[in-house]
């Protein structure tokens, strides 16, 4: 059977793709770390653990939507 002169591309990614990716990234954590706009916080498998975790890293409490009248809005000024 001939071979094709097409090759078929791989389902990853190349070394040289992530270095380049890895640099671009490492870029903008530097630049929103300088600017104190970079967040850590801990994710987890479980969607709420992670909302949790994201909530306590902004110093804010959790309001269940479901059971509040309140607006998520409320508390913001327009610009």
Request: hydrophobic share 35%; glycine share 4%; aromatic share 8%.
């Amino acid at each position: 059977m001939p071979t094709s002169p097409v090759k078929a591309k791989s389902a990853t990614p190349s070394k040289g793709i992530i270095r380049v990716y890895l640099e671009q990234i490492k870029l903008l954590e530097d630049y929103y770390s300088k600017q104190k706009k970079l967040l850590n916080f801990q994710v987890s498998n479980a969607p709420g653990e992670t909302w949790k975790e994201l909530l306590a890293a902004l110093h804010l409490k959790h309001v269940d939507a479901k059971h509040s009248s309140q607006k998520l809005t409320d508390g913001f000024t327009r610009c």
